[in-house]
């Protein structure tokens, strides 16, 4: 589910970078020039390719902490970083929104808190996971599955149980299915939870003797 398309606050960035470079010499670098890593004469505050597009591969890590790191890292080189910290607040896990909100929260700058605001206002995250149980999609069951295994606390174990409860849909529930058989450990655990109480004894027969779970996780009350 997505919390809000921020690309009108992130073009005025842009438009802001753009009349400061017009204001200069256009033959002096400035501090928004791009250079090539290990260039000599880097103009200060230049953002080195390698640099930059090693917080965006890291970004897309699927290790949580990994993508966490990024974000610290990528305020490191100025609007452009900063627009990604930005872009990170629609990110599908939601220890990366909070971790990009907490960044995000010390900034003085007024788009940014615009910004900060609007992002409050809009969900939080049992709104959030409920939406999604409701839509039961494929990338919604996803979403919820991945921040099981990488949210790993009582509160979110408790929220994630109780919205795939409310997933009725036949898409969903086949994704659910889907992670019965080739989820983690976790994810098999939940989602037996979840044909347990459908009282689906076929699905959870299958699921035991292909060995994804045993017969006290598939039968037990």
Request: with cysteine; aromatic share 8%; charged share 25%.
């Amino acid at each position: 589910m997505k919390l809000g398309d921020y690309g009108d606050r992130t073009q005025e960035f842009h438009h802001i970078k753009s009349k400061n470079m017009m204001s200069k010499n256009t033959n002096r670098p400035t501090v928004y020039d791009a250079v090539l890593g290990g260039q000599e004469k880097a103009p200060p505050g230049a953002v080195v390719l390698g640099g930059l597009e090693g917080v965006k591969r890291r970004l897309a890590n699927p290790v949580v902490e990994q993508r966490i790191a990024a974000l610290e890292e990528a305020l490191k080189y100025g609007e452009a970083g900063l627009e990604l910290v930005i872009w990170a607040l629609d990110d599908k896990l939601w220890k990366v929104r909070q971790a990009a909100y907490s960044l995000l929260a010390s900034r003085q700058e007024p788009i940014v808190q615009e910004i900060l605001q609007e992002y409050g206002n809009k969900i939080d995250r049992y709104d959030a996971f409920v939406a999604m149980a409701r839509a039961g999609g494929v990338s919604d069951i996803d979403t919820l599955m991945e921040n099981l295994e990488n949210d790993r606390n009582s509160a979110t174990y408790k929220l994630v149980d109780f919205t795939l409860g409310l997933v009725d849909t036949s898409q969903g529930q086949d994704r659910i299915r889907h992670y019965l058989f080739n989820g983690t450990q976790l994810q098999r655990n939940y989602a037996a939870l979840y044909f347990k109480r459908k009282g689906a004894k076929d699905i959870l027969i299958e699921a035991v003797q292909q060995g994804c779970i045993d017969r006290v996780q598939a039968f037990s009350k």
